[in-house]
C-alpha cells in the first residue's frame, strides 16, 4: 500500500476492523475536539485565495450522490470525484449531475478491485473499460486516477499514464471509512496545507455534515478548494494556474491593498448552540472604533445582533458591523435553516 497515513478507503470493506477502529476514536477525540471552534482573521487574510486544496470523494456515485452535491453547492465547493465504473454505468444521470454542478471526474477503477494484483492487459481493460463508462455518462474524459485503496505499482501507473491519467493519491486521510466523527473528520481536514489533496468518500452522512465546518476553517486560512493538476498532481486554482503566493504557514494577515485605516484582529467564538440557531461572540483587538466583515453560508440567517451597528450587502450574507460605542465584543444569533454545520467567516478587521 502507497500511504502515508496508512489507511485507505472503501468504507464496505473495513468492517472487521470496526472494534480497534472504535478504540482508536476513543483515544483520539479529546485531542481532536477543540478545533473548528474558534475562527480567527485579520484583514484581507480570507477574502482572497492564499492556497488551494483538492476535496476529493471516492467510490461514486451512490444513492446519496445528490444530496453530497446539494451540500457542496450550498458551501460553494468544487470538488473532484473519483468514481468507481460500474457505479457510473448504474446511475449515469448522477455522473452527469457532478458534472453540472462544477465537479472534476476522476477514474477509480471498474469495480473497486486490488489492481496491484492484475497483469497488465487487465489493469489496462479495467481503466478504459471506466474511462468509456465516465465519458459516455458525462462527455468528459478523466484526466486522474485513484487506484483503490491506494495501492499501485509501476505498472499500474505507466497503464494509467498511458491513457492520459495522472495518478494521483492523497495527503490527507479524513478517515471517513473508517467510521471518523464529524468532528474527526474536521480535525483531519484542519491538517491541509496549500496544494495537498484530501481523502474522503461519497455516501456517508459524517462527510457531509462535516463539509461546512471544513470550509469554515479553510476559510479561515486563506485556503479555497480548487482543482488537481493533471500535470503535477496538486491542488491549483480552479482554472488551473498554480496559486502565486504558496503560503507554507497560516496567512500573517498582511492585505495586498491596505485599508484606509488601520488593522485589528477579529475572533469568533460560539457561546451558545442550539438546535436551529447559535450565538456568535466576536472579540476585537488592536481599535475601538472598528468594521469587522463577516459572511455566513446559506442559508444560515442572522435575526439578532447586539453591541454593534450591522449593515448588509445585496446578497443578504455579508454582515458589516461597526463599533458603535459598546464596547469592543458585538455579538449575533445565526439561524441554521437546515444547515447545522457552517460558521460565519470573518473577512477583514479594520479601524478608523
Ligand atoms: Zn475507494
Same mark, same amino acid.
Given at each position: 500500500?502507497?500511504?502515508?497515513?496508512?489507511?485507505?478507503?472503501?468504507?464496505?470493506?473495513?468492517?472487521?476492523?470496526?472494534?480497534?477502529?472504535?478504540?482508536?476514536?476513543?483515544?483520539?477525540?479529546?485531542?481532536?475536539?477543540?478545533?473548528?471552534?474558534?475562527?480567527?482573521?485579520?484583514?484581507?487574510?480570507?477574502?482572497?485565495?492564499?492556497?488551494?486544496? *483538492?476535496?476529493?470523494?471516492?467510490?461514486?456515485?451512490?444513492?446519496?450522490? *445528490?444530496?453530497?452535491?446539494?451540500?457542496?453547492?450550498?458551501?460553494?465547493?468544487?470538488?473532484?470525484?473519483?468514481?468507481?465504473?460500474?457505479?457510473?454505468?448504474?446511475?449515469?444521470?448522477?455522473?452527469?449531475?457532478?458534472?453540472?454542478?462544477?465537479?472534476?471526474?476522476?477514474?477509480?477503477?471498474?469495480?473497486?478491485?486490488?489492481?496491484?494484483?492484475?497483469?497488465?492487459?487487465?489493469?489496462?481493460?479495467?481503466?478504459?473499460?471506466?474511462?468509456?463508462?465516465?465519458?459516455?455518462?458525462?462527455?468528459?474524459?478523466?484526466?486522474? #486516477?485513484?487506484?483503490?485503496?491506494?495501492?499501485?505499482?509501476?505498472?499500474?501507473?505507466?497503464?494509467?499514464?498511458?491513457?492520459?491519467?495522472?495518478?494521483?493519491?492523497?495527503?490527507?486521510?479524513?478517515?471517513?471509512?473508517?467510521?471518523?466523527?464529524?468532528?474527526?473528520?474536521?480535525?483531519?481536514?484542519?491538517?491541509?496545507?496549500?496544494?495537498?489533496?484530501?481523502?474522503?468518500?461519497?455516501?456517508?452522512?459524517?462527510?457531509?455534515?462535516?463539509?461546512?465546518?471544513?470550509?469554515?476553517?479553510?476559510?479561515?486560512?486563506?485556503?479555497?478548494?480548487?482543482?488537481?493538476?493533471?500535470?503535477?498532481?496538486?491542488?491549483?486554482?480552479?482554472?488551473?494556474?498554480?496559486?502565486?503566493?504558496?503560503?507554507?504557514?497560516?496567512?500573517?494577515?498582511?492585505?495586498?491593498?491596505?485599508?484606509?485605516?488601520?488593522?485589528?484582529?477579529?475572533?469568533?467564538?460560539?457561546?451558545?448552540?442550539?438546535?436551529?440557531?447559535?450565538?456568535?461572540?466576536?472579540?476585537?483587538? *488592536?481599535?475601538?472604533?472598528?468594521?469587522?466583515?463577516?459572511?455566513?453560508?446559506?442559508?444560515?440567517?442572522?435575526?439578532?445582533?447586539?453591541?454593534?451597528?450591522?449593515?448588509?450587502?445585496?446578497?443578504?450574507?455579508?454582515?458589516?458591523?461597526?463599533?458603535?460605542?459598546?464596547?469592543?465584543? #458585538?455579538?449575533?444569533?445565526?439561524?441554521?435553516?437546515?444547515?447545522?454545520?457552517?460558521?460565519?467567516?470573518?473577512?477583514?478587521?479594520?479601524?478608523?
Amino acid at each position: 500500500m502507497i500511504s502515508s497515513t496508512g489507511g485507505s478507503g472503501h468504507p464496505s470493506r473495513s468492517r472487521a476492523s470496526r472494534l480497534t477502529v472504535r478504540l482508536a476514536v476513543l483515544a483520539t477525540t479529546v485531542a481532536l475536539g477543540a478545533v473548528g471552534v474558534a475562527v480567527s482573521a485579520t484583514p484581507s487574510s480570507a477574502a482572497a485565495c492564499n492556497g488551494y486544496v *483538492g476535496l476529493t470523494f471516492d467510490d461514486g456515485p451512490t444513492g446519496s450522490t *445528490g444530496a453530497l452535491l446539494n451540500v457542496l453547492r450550498a458551501n460553494n465547493v468544487r470538488a473532484t470525484m473519483f468514481n468507481v465504473g460500474q457505479n457510473v454505468q448504474g446511475n449515469p444521470s448522477a455522473a452527469r449531475a457532478q458534472v453540472d454542478a462544477g465537479m472534476w471526474i476522476g477514474n477509480h477503477s471498474w469495480n473497486h478491485a486490488h489492481m496491484t494484483s492484475m497483469g497488465q492487459s487487465q489493469m489496462q481493460s479495467d481503466l478504459s473499460q471506466t474511462n468509456s463508462a465516465i465519458q459516455s455518462a458525462t462527455g468528459v474524459r478523466p484526466q486522474l #486516477f485513484r487506484p483503490p485503496y491506494g495501492e499501485t505499482n509501476s505498472t499500474l501507473q505507466s497503464v494509467a499514464s498511458s491513457l492520459g491519467m495522472r495518478q494521483v493519491i492523497w495527503d490527507v486521510d479524513s478517515q471517513d471509512w473508517n467510521g471518523a466523527s464529524v468532528s474527526q473528520i474536521v480535525s483531519n481536514a484542519g491538517r491541509l496545507q496549500n496544494g495537498q489533496v484530501i481523502l474522503m468518500h461519497d455516501g456517508i452522512q459524517n462527510t457531509r455534515d462535516a463539509i461546512g465546518q471544513i470550509m469554515a476553517n479553510l476559510n479561515s486560512r486563506g485556503l479555497c478548494p480548487g482543482m488537481i493538476s493533471p500535470s503535477t498532481g496538486r491542488a491549483v486554482a480552479p482554472d488551473g494556474t498554480p496559486p502565486t503566493n504558496p503560503p507554507t504557514t497560516p496567512p500573517t494577515g498582511t492585505p495586498t491593498t491596505p485599508p484606509a485605516g488601520g488593522t485589528c484582529t477579529a475572533t469568533a467564538t460560539y457561546p451558545n448552540v442550539w438546535g436551529d440557531r447559535y450565538n456568535t461572540s466576536v472579540t476585537v483587538q *488592536g481599535g475601538s472604533n472598528w468594521t469587522v466583515v463577516v459572511a455566513l453560508t446559506a442559508p444560515q440567517k442572522v435575526n439578532t445582533t447586539w453591541n454593534g451597528t450591522p449593515s448588509w450587502d445585496s446578497s443578504g450574507y455579508v454582515m458589516t458591523m461597526r463599533s458603535n460605542g459598546s464596547g469592543n465584543t #458585538f455579538g449575533f444569533t445565526t439561524m441554521m435553516n437546515g444547515n447545522s454545520g457552517a460558521r460565519p467567516q470573518i473577512r477583514s478587521c479594520t479601524t478608523g
